[in-house]
């Protein structure tokens, strides 16, 4: 799986990221993964056209010491669909710069 990776977080840092994406995520089934939405101007051809699938997100998950978002887009409502694909290069720069904005606000260092 491509992924952003930010590694080498204190516990404490954790912990400010896993309460900032429990006010701005979806919490999974899974503990330590969460759901943030493409917005809506991001969304590929096919992923515009699958309202059915909407919203469409892509995975946080959080590790003892790391943050990982990962590049592929899919939906919270089917587990096979055309409209499910890796990241285009603007859903790309707002992976990242999502991850960037959340470091810089929670004032981690790393």
């Known amino acids: 799986m491509r992924s952003y990776l930010i590694d080498e977080i204190s516990s404490d840092d ?7 994406l429990k006010k701005r995520a979806i919490k999974s089934n899974l503990e330590q993964v969460f759901w943030l939405e493409i917005p809506d ?3 590929s051809g096919d992923q515009q056209y699958h ?3 909407q919203p469409h997100v892509f995975a946080i998950e959080i590790g ?3 943050v990982k978002l990962e590049f ?3 939906t ?4 096979t669909c055309s409209c499910l694909a890796y990241c285009t290069p603007q859903q790309r720069d ?17």
């Open 41 to 43: 101007d991001l969304l």
């Open 94 to 110: 707002y992976i990242v710069n999502f991850g960037q904005d959340m470091i810089e606000k929670l004032k981690i260092a790393s």
């Open 14 to 20: 954790i912990k400010k990221i896993n309460t900032f």
């Open 51 to 53: 309202v059915d699938c």
């Open 64 to 66: 003892q010491n790391w």
């Open 72 to 74: 592929f887009v899919r």
């Open 76 to 79: 919270l409502k089917k587990m």
